[in-house]
Nanobody
């Protein structure tokens, strides 16, 4: 099993920045990708970003490209999502995931892992 603990959400004004963290523990050797989805009220969960754990390859949703950056600290088993130029439409609960698949095009499945979610609210 892998446990994920998220932190870093909060309330920020439009144009501001936040950094989310996702710390993994447990059987982390089974994890090959980490990333984030988000879910706004009344909407489906939306892919945001993903990173290959053994390399530097990343992929982003078009809605956040150029504003959000995903990075990792392998020694700390932690992934980060730096969010700049935040907009009110970025308001959502952000969920990190850790997946066994090594593909940046993977969609986390039942055998993968999720964090508890952290609220990000951007005021206009």
């Amino acid at each position: 099993q892998v446990q994920l603990v998220e932190s870093g959400g909060g309330l920020v004004q439009a144009g501001g920045s936040l950094r989310l963290s996702c710390a993994a523990s447990g059987r982390t050797f089974s994890v090959h990708t980490m990333g984030w989805f988000r879910q706004a009220p009344g909407k489906e969960r939306e892919f945001i970003a993903i990173i290959i754990w053994s390399g530097v390859t990343t992929r982003y949703a078009d809605s956040v490209k150029g504003r959000f950056t995903i990075t990792k600290d392998s020694a700390q088993n932690t992934a980060y999502l730096q969010m700049n130029s935040l907009r009110p439409e970025d308001t959502a609960v952000y969920y990190c995931f850790a997946a066994k698949s090594g593909s940046i095009f993977t969609t986390p499945g039942r055998d993968d892992y999720w964090g508890q979610g952290t609220q990000v609210t951007v005021s206009s």
